[in-house]
């Protein structure tokens, strides 16, 4: 199995070629560590004894003084597809194997230095990534369900597509996703305790066509950190697993010729080191990020991408207003536009 695994990771580094021709630096010394089996083959990849991605870029984002919330151009979207893997440092992707992600991130755009928010802890980063606000503001300082609580307040995602008649739906593998966002928001909440391949199962078993924005979370990889420790073998396969659930929906999404229409942005909530995470370090604090779909330019982006981007990002290609409140704001160097400014860094 380590063998053929082994194999498949030099093809997978053959087929990436391309992205090469780019470097990324925009992560606090986040650098990706290739197979070993390639360690020679790509010299723009270095090894390093923790988290590493050393990817550059020759262009740089166009800058303007005049800051906004609202670009004159936003890209024609029908759909938004957000999909959360649960734990996922962006040093795993090669040694796991993730072909489909690894195709994403040959025809969008990504960045492999992505920060996430403190404490870097499930429900404070999903919560940050769905509302837009940092956690300062969004209040959910927790990590378990505690509905007594209450959700987060103010306007969230969820909250501006469903008042624009978009259907909206998630599928989530932990139970506390449900405080985020408040039920009248949601068309429909699904909720599977069960390995990445059952949650994406059951979604294309009840695939909902004329959905306008689907959350999907993905929760084995951070299981699996936590009981064999992040990076270790049994943590690198169930990753592998989690990209092919993640094949399986782009897969759907062809088969039903949703594709040409859809923006997907892949993602973590936080990373983890030895068998946790919730501090600062940059093992917690780096996620992948990765954007396709119509008006995306492909490349490897300059702008230091926050998880509270996301809902803006979101927002931004399905048309929707932007709070002036919401402390992220839209990636603009993913769909080729001038870098109006940049998100806050959360205190």
Same mark, same amino acid.
């Given at each position: 199995?380590?063998?053929?695994?082994?194999?498949?990771?030099?093809?997978?580094?053959?087929?990436?070629?391309?992205?090469?021709?780019?470097?990324?630096?925009?992560?606090?010394?986040?650098?990706?560590?290739?197979?070993?089996?390639?360690?020679?083959?790509?010299?723009?990849?270095?090894?390093?004894?923790?988290?590493?991605?050393?990817?550059?870029?020759?262009?740089?984002?166009?800058?303007?003084?005049?800051?906004?919330?609202?670009?004159?151009?936003?890209?024609?979207?029908?759909?938004?597809?957000?999909?959360?893997?649960?734990?996922?440092?962006?040093?795993?992707?090669?040694?796991?194997?993730?072909?489909?992600?690894?195709?994403?991130?040959?025809?969008?755009?990504?960045?492999?230095?992505?920060?996430?928010?403190?404490?870097?802890?499930?429900?404070?980063?999903?919560?940050?990534?769905?509302?837009? @606000?940092?956690?300062?503001?969004?209040?959910?300082?927790?990590?378990?369900?505690?509905?007594?609580?209450?959700?987060?307040?103010?306007?969230?995602?969820?909250?501006?597509?469903?008042?624009?008649?978009?259907?909206?739906?998630?599928?989530?593998?932990?139970?506390?996703?449900?405080?985020?966002?408040?039920?009248?928001?949601?068309?429909?909440?699904?909720?599977?305790?069960?390995?990445?391949?059952?949650?994406?199962?059951? =979604?294309?078993?009840?695939?909902?066509?004329?959905?306008?924005?689907?959350?999907?979370?993905?929760?084995?990889?951070?299981?699996?950190?936590?009981?064999?420790?992040?990076?270790?073998?049994?943590?690198?396969?169930?990753?592998?697993?989690?990209?092919?659930? @993640?094949?399986?929906?782009?897969?759907?999404?062809?088969?039903?010729?949703?594709?040409?229409?859809?923006?997907?942005?892949?993602?973590?909530?936080?990373?983890?080191?030895?068998?946790?995470?919730?501090?600062?370090?940059?093992?917690?604090?780096?996620?992948?990020?990765?954007?396709?779909?119509?008006?995306?330019?492909?490349?490897?982006?300059?702008?230091?991408?926050?998880?509270?981007?996301?809902?803006?990002?979101?927002?931004?290609? =399905?048309?929707?207003?932007?709070?002036?409140?919401?402390?992220?704001?839209?990636?603009?160097?993913?769909?080729?536009?001038?870098?109006?400014?940049?998100?806050?860094?959360?205190?």
């Amino acid at each position: 199995m380590k063998r053929s695994r082994t194999r498949h990771s030099l093809f997978l580094l053959f087929s990436i070629i391309l992205l090469l021709a780019c470097r990324v630096s925009n992560g606090p010394g986040l650098a990706l560590r290739p197979p070993v089996a390639s360690q020679t083959l790509i010299a723009t990849l270095t090894q390093a004894p923790t988290l590493t991605v050393t990817v550059t870029l020759t262009a740089t984002p166009t800058a303007t003084p005049s800051p906004s919330l609202v670009p004159s151009l936003a890209p024609s979207v029908r759909r938004v597809v957000i999909v959360s893997i649960d734990g996922l440092r962006p040093d795993a992707i090669f040694p796991a194997s993730m072909s489909n992600l690894i195709t994403l991130m040959q025809n969008g755009a990504f960045s492999l230095g992505a920060q996430t928010v403190f404490p870097s802890v499930t429900l404070v980063a999903h919560a940050s990534m769905l509302t837009g @606000l940092c956690p300062s503001k969004h209040g959910l300082l927790w990590n378990e369900y505690l509905p007594e609580r209450g959700y987060a307040p103010g306007t969230d995602l969820f909250d501006l597509a469903h008042a624009a008649d978009l259907k909206t739906v998630m599928y989530v593998s932990s139970g506390k996703i449900r405080q985020i966002v408040e039920p009248a928001s949601i068309d429909r909440f699904i909720y599977i305790e069960d390995r990445d391949a059952v949650v994406m199962g059951s =979604l294309l078993a009840h695939f909902p066509q004329d959905f306008g924005l689907l959350f999907v979370h993905l929760v084995a990889t951070d299981i699996a950190g936590h009981a064999s420790g992040w990076m270790s073998e049994h943590q690198i396969n169930t990753i592998h697993l989690a990209d092919e659930a @993640l094949g399986m929906l782009l897969e759907e999404l062809d088969a039903r010729n949703l594709r040409g229409e859809t923006l997907i942005i892949v993602t973590s909530d936080h990373g983890g080191l030895g068998n946790a995470h919730g501090t600062d370090a940059r093992e917690d604090m780096t996620i992948p990020w990765v954007v396709a779909g119509p008006g995306i330019q492909p490349k490897t982006l300059t702008t230091l991408v926050h998880t509270i981007d996301t809902a803006a990002t979101a927002a931004f290609a =399905l048309g929707l207003p932007i709070p002036a409140d919401w402390d992220g704001v839209p990636v603009y160097e993913a769909f080729g536009l001038p870098v109006e400014r940049q998100s806050v860094q959360c205190q």
